[in-house]
């Protein structure tokens, strides 16, 4: 049976992590804290941000940026979206 975790995302007891996504302790932080199903949120937020403010991870600003918004992201604080992303319909 998969490991469960009260996700501070979504608020509910959902599938955890395999692993730490980070290395340190913000990433077994994560591990306790966050589900795969936030995760998973997280890493297609982070990739419109990434491609949309053309970010490069060669930049310790960038990376900086990105921790801040994750943080916000998962803790369901307001972060900065994507300009001129329009979500899909489900319809």
């Not at 960038?62 to 921790?67: D, E, G, P, T, V």
Request: hydrophobic share 35%.
């Amino acid at each position: 049976m998969a490991r469960t975790v009260f996700c501070k995302y979504y608020q509910e007891e959902l599938e955890g992590l395999d692993r730490p996504p980070l290395p340190g302790p913000k990433g077994q932080e994560l591990f306790e804290q966050v589900s795969k199903k936030a995760w998973q949120a997280w890493q297609a937020e982070q990739t419109m941000l990434i491609n949309e403010k053309q970010l490069s991870l060669m930049d310790p600003e960038a990376r900086k940026y990105l921790q801040e918004q994750m943080d916000k992201f998962l803790s369901g604080q307001g972060h900065d979206r994507a300009e001129g992303f329009v979500p899909q319909s489900d319809a």
